[in-house]
């Protein structure tokens, strides 16, 4: 391929819409097709990343983590995640398979706790620079359906305790965004039984591929 550096795919969506179950597809997909990638996740990906996630999750009852606090560990977290692995495994040409990335932020920090875009575009230039996702899939689900999934999962993180409010906001910025940058954002109805799911994600992919393969 001319591309030397290799793909950014990024999966987002409100909590408990099977962003972990659809990643099992996607790996599937990848390793069939003899392509190199890694998988990762935000907040965390490195040592210290993962740090900066254990202190964004946690529950603390006793003092509040400002919106802007949670916004500049975000980025903390994130700019170690690109120097330390995903920049570096793109630019030996894997592809990178990342649960959640900026997106996030804009649907978390600015939809859902109300923090101003501009702060964000304004961090997102400095930690990132020109980078940005090849390929972001938006997995959509009602937000009730998904928290209640994540109920039964484990006890509750910082994020899932939000208000059904909170992820509804969260759900529509996503929407927004994947209307506003349609070349890079594909929306998947999550709703749908899982094989359906994963159908979508293979189609998905597989047009991805042959559109690089054109390419070469
Ligand atoms: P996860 O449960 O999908 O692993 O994500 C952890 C939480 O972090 C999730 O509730 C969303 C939140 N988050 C943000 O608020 N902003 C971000 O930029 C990212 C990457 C995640």
Redesign the pocket.
Known sequence: MKNKNGLFITIEGV?GVG?STNIETIKQFLADQGIDFIVT???GGTIWSEQIRDL??KVNDDEDLTGLSELLL?FAARAQHLDRLIRPSLAAGKWVIC????D??YA??GAGRGLDRSKIAELETLVQEELRPDLTIILDLDPLTGLQRAQNRAAL?R??REQLEFFEKVRQAYLDIASAEQERCIVVDASQDLEAVSSELLIILEEKLSLLQQDD
Not at 99 to 102: E, K, L, Q, S, V
Request: proline share 5%; no cysteine; net charge negative.
């Open positions: 909590e962003k996740r935000e907040p964004l999750l975000i649960d959640r990335f900026t996030a932020t978390y920090q993180d994020f899932e």
